[in-house]
């Protein structure tokens, strides 16, 4: 049911640039009758045979409200991404099935049939939600109601220790009008870029930003301010 050593498996999140612990969000159970958890971060799969294929992407296009929503603090058409490559030791569990989904209901329960995202995180890296394999397996009218809140098939990550690298880029798409236009004859590319950034920790943001705001002051004349000189320095020096 989990899945060990998928390090060469890529997922695309859409959002964000930057991956850092700073940002980054511990899963929490909601007490509504919902399926679905706050916090993580969340995936889709990455195919390089179809680099320019996202199924996320292709749900916000053809969700034009959801797409406006989730693109108030950047251009609809040009959505921030990151390419992210897991690493070999990644513990993963794989939902697809009715016996997977009832394992976790009867070993991390909670209230309403559901299950503990807070306890899976202690156990495991993520979860990988295969939609298309629950509905096929799953009968049940109203666990399908809530399972197609997903979307599309998901991959949450409750920790970024298991992330061996990201790749930032962007998810470039063609501008339609939504209220006239048709959304399936649109078109996007997701352009990724070369460099492979590691997650960095909360001390070294703070240090690598003191240690830039200190270059920057040592290169000012700040003789006749001695009073900001030591207030800049003790900042810089994290005191």
Known sequence: ?????????????????????????????TDKDNIKPRGGLWLTKYDQ??????????????????????????????????LVTLSDTANIYQLNSLESFDYLRSNYPLDNGKFSYEAISHIYDGIFVDLLGL?????????????????????????????DYYQPGFVLIEPF????????GTTYKIDIENTKKRILKKWQLNNNLHFKIYAIVTKVDLSKSPFLMVKLFLWCSGN
């Open 1 to 29: 049911m989990s899945s060990e050593g998928d390090g060469s498996m890529n997922y695309l999140t859409v959002g964000t640039r930057e991956i850092t612990e700073e940002l980054f969000k511990e899963v929490e159970d």
């Open 49 to 82: 045979l179809y680099s320019d294929y996202n199924e996320w992407v292709d749900y916000l296009i053809s969700d034009p409200v959801t797409l406006y929503y989730k693109s108030r603090n950047y251009s609809m058409w040009k959505q921030p991404c990151s």
């Open 135 to 163: 509905l096929r397996n799953i009968e049940d009218a109203n666990l399908r109601s809530r399972l197609l809140k997903f979307g599309v098939n998901t991959l949450m990550l409750f920790n970024l220790k298991c992330i």
């Open 177 to 184: 009008d939504f209220e006239y236009e048709a959304w399936d």
